[in-house]
Nanobody
Framework: QVQLVESGGGLVQAGGSLRLSCAAS????????MGWYRQAPRKQRELVAV???????NYADSAKGRFTISRYNANNTVYLQMNSLKPEDTAVYYC?????????WGQGTQVTVSS
């Protein structure tokens, strides 16, 4: 089993910044990718950013230019630096890890951006 522990959410004003952290532990042996998803009220969960490796990343259009994902294989952690936050970024953010075809999810951390 794999456990994901997230931290770093909170309340911030529009234009502000937050940094989310996710640490993976447990039966880790071949991580395919780590990333972040989010789910706003009454909406489906959506991709924010993923890191196939520390050098190969992909972002949702809404995150490009504002968010940066960083992955560190040495300690199985992934971060999401979020700048220029907007009220529409308000959501529960979930850390995701994919390993040998299995998806693992964190418990989620709330990000609220006030206007």
């Amino acid at each position: 089993q794999v456990q994901l522990v997230e931290s770093g959410g909170g309340l911030v004003q529009a234009g502000g910044s937050l940094r989310l952290s996710c640490a993976a532990s447990g039966n880790i042996f071949n991580i395919n990718l780590m990333g972040w998803y989010r789910q706003a009220p009454r909406k489906q969960r959506e991709l924010v950013a993923v890191a196939v490796s520390s050098d190969i990343t992909n972002y949702a259009d809404s995150a490009k230019g504002r968010f940066t994902i960083s992955r560190y294989n040495a300690n199985n952690t992934v971060y999401l630096q979020m700048n220029s936050l907007k009220p529409e970024d308000t959501a529960v953010y979930y850390c995701n890890l994919q390993q040998r075809g299995t998806n693992y999810w964190g418990q989620g951390t709330q990000v609220t951006v006030s206007s």
